[in-house]
């Protein structure tokens, strides 16, 4: 492999690492959108399709694997293989906890929610923000911006604390929510993980960019 075949392999991986960034963020709006339209079928849609996310996410370790063993990368390249491998694990379980709220969802059912749904979808919507900055950071390999949307997952923290509060209120008030406000919780609880996902993934870029790896919002 010459050179220049290497850097366009490079380049197509970066790619194909920004298109499962996608793809995991996509599962996370539509698993929230089945919460809260109460659509089973489409929450059921979601955990099939975290096979196929699933599968990229093996793909995009074969071909670092395979640049890593017929290849010698200079310092640069290295830290990038290596940053997509770490980050393909960290879009795959962002998926996961798509799959996660779907599950929630259908075992919720048809049964009338505990309280509005507001601040999860909140939750939703900046998990989205943090995700599309992080994906620019990337592509660009943007300490700065990465640095930046890392910083939004103190907002996540914010609005499942607010979660945790009015749901245990509920709870308490009456015990017979208490199953289903457990569902909301867990729904809460697998959003701040892909936040927290998304922030290992900005710590990815910093480590690109300056080749310091170093934690984020500690």
Known sequence: MTRETFEGELHRLKDDVVQMGVRAGQAISRAVEALRTRDVALAEQVVAADDAIDAMHLELERRCMRLLATQQPMAGDLRTIASVFAITIDLERMADHAEGISRATKRLGLEPLVKPLVDIPAMEARIQEMLRETLEAFRAQDARLAVQ????DDLVDELRNRV?????????????????????LIVARH????????????ERVVYMATGELRELNV
Do not use: G
């Open 164 to 184: 945790l509060h009015d749901l245990l209120d509920v709870m308490v008030k009456d015990p017979q929510t208490i199953s289903r406000a457990l569902e909301l």
């Open 149 to 152: 949307a890392a910083a939004k």
């Open 191 to 202: 959003l701040e993980r892909a936040a927290d996902h998304i922030t290992n993934i900005c």
